[in-house]
């Protein structure tokens, strides 16, 4: 079969190539993925599968408690969802990829125009090429192939094509609330072949550290939020060993902060010669496998309380949870999936494959924490490249990768001989 | 005499009332001071002064090293100065006043418009007529109350009417330039008649501190200029108390920190999960009276390199020396003017006078440092409201201070008899 496979894939590559060339050059921003979304719609119907292009608006959707994005108007950024029915008996499985891509950045930055997918030296380069477009192409290059070897399968295979992943996940949200859920879910995030069985949720947050204004010639008549902002920032790094002695998976052997929280941006102050009288902070607390949102955001709020100044005792910070959110996701490493993929793994590529924990949340969380789909993450793309400019994917990795979640659907979902 | 000078001023109270709402009026923000100028250049010649009204523009003013401006171009903005020539045989003495105000800010957190100087209960609002016009009106009613009393002084008087005293000092370092230097000066700042022999300088500084970018989830692959940030405000705090550790003067006794550096700004970073790659802390270093701001520079780059970090040994901040700075001023506390003054103002406001450094920069420093003239600082208006809404200042406090600096013009330059 593996001979057949890999015929099917050289007979299709290069029509696959120009197919991820096209999805690329979509530039499927927020706010813009209706052409990729037509692109994969045309694509699932080609291949006969069963397809449901919907713009996501319902109430159900706009309320669920999970429900994060910056937008509630989804009318240009359809969701598509393609199903393959199977014949009955078999295991179900969602094949789970975002179109949406982050934006390009300073286009300067980039060798090539970042929406052109240009290749060069067995390389395509552009935005959203790694992440995760070109995962995306192995999972439809793998159900295609299937039906041209004229496979039935018998478990239904649900391939999500979804928006926002960048930005809440409410594309995959829209999807679980839909029914398009499963016994367990395959997504191609970029990990270099890697497979997460777990991965970090993550959540960002906003203090705003208060002060008191002053001439700076008498800094001593104000306060300065920025020196309470080393308070806060001192009390976040101890939270940060708090939080990362208690992890023991041995996912995270290899990991120096399994659960890292970043303070990423801070801002305060407006005249050289003037106390500071407001600071924010910005960051992203990671989220552990095995927890949940709600328990993490209640220790971050309670260690900041925890912090006794005498000022701040009368002025507390003010902590605002906003922007993205991450739930984490996981899956039993002894769970059947594992044991197929790891298995198909050491076939397809040869060796044995690493085994970790994703430091980055994916749909996989609102997957497993709300579609009750235990996801595992794996896919051809290049993690160290993904938002930077000049993205690119090998593209033998996405051949490779189709090879492989082939034979994983086949053995899964289970076929009629 | 004194019942004369009292007698003269209320005759005259409603006058210079008016002439000060006139100032006041004109809003002479930075660029905009010429139709404030105007009426101090007709002032000066109706009280028979030579009258020297000019646009500081030569190249020696524009390439002196204590040239600070944010412009080169002062052709809207004149410089005044007004010289009554003594008869011979008595010292000199420079009366310098700026007349450019700092912007009025948001109008919402004023209660009157900041240009109207409206009057209300024995105060007079506005910007500027704290700091610095009404001390001005109180000067040029003493040279005006001398005149009319006939008096023949031996020294001469100079008063500078000068710009960008809040931008830097270019005002008064033209008219040290042009020749308007003294034996003494008195400038009359709002220090709530506090007597400065000593002025606190200042500089700004701009550290720009590099980090390494990376993904919030995977943090420990960047270096966060955040963090580094943290060791140079450590750095800054340690050096603020090994500075203010060597401060003896008895001037500084009630003063919390005689030398403040201040840290007024700190921007940095710019998404929650991205590890931050530079961040820019702005702020203030204060010079003592006896200190030059080559040799603060010169500690505080120290101070800095002096951190030992691994990242910052190879990745080293840099430090800009920006924006505006003030040259410290001083004058001996046995000198002979502040007899006079001491000795007057007993006798004036019936108490003895509070002698204290300024914990600010004036003109003082560039009369003291570049024109050899030693200064006073000692004017009527209110500290805590210059640079605020509702800047006011007590008219009251305008006689008083009018009737000092006659009597103390009187004593320091002589007068034939």
């Not at 920032?233 to 659960?259: C, D, F, G, H, M």
Request: glycine content about 10%.
């Amino acid at each position: 079969m593996r001979v057949q496979i890999k015929e099917w894939l050289e007979e299709h590559r290069e029509e696959a190539v120009s197919f991820l060339q096209k999805l690329v050059q979509e530039g499927s921003v927020q706010g813009n993925e209706e052409g990729v979304q037509r692109l994969v719609r045309d694509r699932l119907t080609d291949i006969n599968l069963e397809v449901d292009f919907w713009i996501p608006d319902d109430d159900a959707f706009l309320n669920h408690p999970y429900f994060c994005a910056t937008r509630k108007d989804f009318s240009k950024s359809p969701n598509v969802v393609g199903k393959w029915t199977g014949t009955g008996g078999g295991k179900s499985l969602v094949l789970n990829g975002h179109v949406d891509v982050v934006p390009s950045g300073d286009p300067n930055q980039w060798d090539h125009d970042p929406f052109s997918g240009q290749v060069q030296d067995g390389k395509m380069y552009g935005r959203g090429v790694t992440d995760m477009k070109g995962g995306n192409v192995s999972l439809l290059l793998a159900l295609q192939c299937l039906k041209d070897m004229g496979v039935s399968l018998k478990g239904d295979v649900l391939f999500h094509s979804v928006i926002e992943e960048e930005s809440g996940g409410a594309g995959t949200l829209a999807a679980i609330l839909r029914g398009y859920t499963a016994d367990a879910a395959l997504i191609p995030e970029p990990t270099n072949m890697k497979i997460f069985p777990a991965q970090q949720g993550s959540r960002w947050f906003r203090i705003t550290v208060p002060g008191r204004s002053a001439h700076g010639g008498t800094r001593y008549e104000g306060v300065s939020s920025i020196e309470k902002s080393m308070l806060i920032i001192q009390q976040i790094q101890q939270l940060e060993k708090v939080r990362n002695a208690r992890v023991k998976s041995p996912l995270y052997e290899k990991t120096p902060i399994p659960l890292p929280i970043n303070i990423g941006s801070i801002n305060g102050g407006s005249w050289p010669s003037s106390v500071p009288d407001v600071v924010t902070i910005e960051g992203r607390v990671g989220v552990g496998p095995d927890e949940t949102l709600e328990a993490v955001t209640e220790e971050f709020e309670q260690a900041l309380h925890d912090i006794d100044d005498e000022w701040l005792n009368i002025h507390p910070v003010k902590i605002e949870w906003f922007g993205a959110q991450w739930l984490p996701g996981s899956i039993d490493v002894e769970h059947e999936l594992m044991g197929i993929l790891q298995s198909r793994f050491k076939e397809v590529v040869g060796r044995e494959p690493e085994i970790e924990a994703s430091p980055w949340g994916t749909d996989g969380g609102l997957l497993t924490q709300v579609g009750n789909t235990p996801s595992i993450v794996i896919g051809p793309g290049v993690t160290s490249v993904a938002h930077y400019p000049n993205e690119y994917i090998e593209l033998d990795k996405i051949f490779e990768a189709a090879e492989l979640f082939t034979l994983v659907i086949y053995d899964w979902c289970g076929a009629e001989s």
